[in-house]
């Protein structure tokens, strides 16, 4: 089976609003997600035979969320290295 990762948006009331990789959103009830469910959790979620997010198995993956942080980190390093400063003239 393969896996596809969504992220936590926001947590609304009872309700979950999780972004896919492929930027769709999804808004799930949040008891039927991991307990530790947190704005900006990652989840790993196995897909079923019919090719749709099986959510009764998230995951959550702290190393993913780990691995996506440390890349935006550097994304964001790599923009103000060329960043020349300054004053903006319109």
Request: glycine letters at 8%.
């Amino acid at each position: 089976m393969s896996n596809v990762f969504y992220a936590v948006d926001r947590l609304e009331g009872q309700m979950a609003v999780l972004v896919g990789d492929d930027e769709t959103t999804v808004d799930l009830p949040r008891r039927n997600l991991p307990a530790r469910v947190r704005e900006g959790t990652v989840l790993r979620v196995e897909l079923g035979a019919d090719g749709r997010p099986d959510w009764s198995s998230a995951k959550i993956d702290d190393q993913e969320r780990e691995r996506r942080l440390k890349a935006a980190q550097e994304r964001l390093n790599g923009m103000s290295e060329s960043d020349p400063g300054g004053d903006i003239t319109l």
